[in-house]
Structure formats: C-alpha cells, structure tokens
C-alpha cells in the first residue's frame, strides 16, 4: 500500500472532493462539514482508493489529506501538492519525502506552495 500526504491551509467545504473528483472515480467524500474527521474513498485506474482529511493539523490552520491505495493519482506527495494548488489556490505543504522517522525536528524541512511559489521551509 502507497499513500500521499499534503496539507492545506484554509481549506474550503467541498473543495478537496472538488478537486479529487477531476482525478478519480467514483469519489465518496462528504468534506461540506469540516468540524471533524471526513473519510471517504474511490477508485483510480479500477483500484479501491482510501481517502481521510483531518482538519485542524498544525495549529489549526491547515488540513491534513492522507491518500492509501496500492494505484495513486501522484507519484509523490509534491506531484499532488502541486496539482492540490492549481485547483485550491491555497497554500500547500508536503513533505520533501527525505525525512525520516528519528531524525532531528530542526533539520525538518517541507514543501511551501503558494502564490511565492515552491520553497523548501521551516515548519513553525
């Protein structure tokens, strides 16, 4: 099993299945409520898709969205981050995919996309 994980600032009632919905079948996620958990589910490429968005990670500001399946739309957390601020015009963060569990938390860098652009970063 693969996933994905980014997050996004701000995000919107409907918009993430908006925006999954352009890139997978048969999408089940009712995100209009955002006060808690929303777990959803789909299919890509005739594979089960597994779908969960937490809202309220980092601070509050910021949703966490996790994709589990053995097929993904992506290839990596920054080709969905990518196509996440295309649709969302928010900011997305993702992890550069280099960290690893143990590692020292000052030395954890991310993705920041924005209206600036694509930036390695900080997260505080």
């Given at each position: ?30 995100d209009?409520?955002?006060?808690g ?33 053995e ?5 990596t ?11 969302l ?9 280099d ?19 694509e ?6």
């Open positions: 099993m693969q996933d994905l994980e980014i997050y996004i600032r701000d995000v919107q009632p409907g918009a993430v299945s908006a925006w999954l919905g352009a890139h997978v079948d048969a999408l089940e996620l009712n209009q409520d955002l006060s958990v929303v777990k959803g589910q789909a299919r890509y490429q005739g594979h089960p898709l597994r779908i969960s968005l937490y809202p309220g990670a980092f601070g509050k500001r910021y949703a966490s969205l996790v994709l589990e399946g097929h993904l739309p992506w290839r957390d920054l080709d969905c981050a990518r196509s996440a601020w295309r649709a015009e928010t900011e997305i963060r993702c992890s550069p995919g960290w690893k569990e143990g590692d020292p938390v000052e030395d954890e860098t991310w993705w920041r996309l924005d209206s600036r652009g930036k390695r970063v900080v997260w505080n």
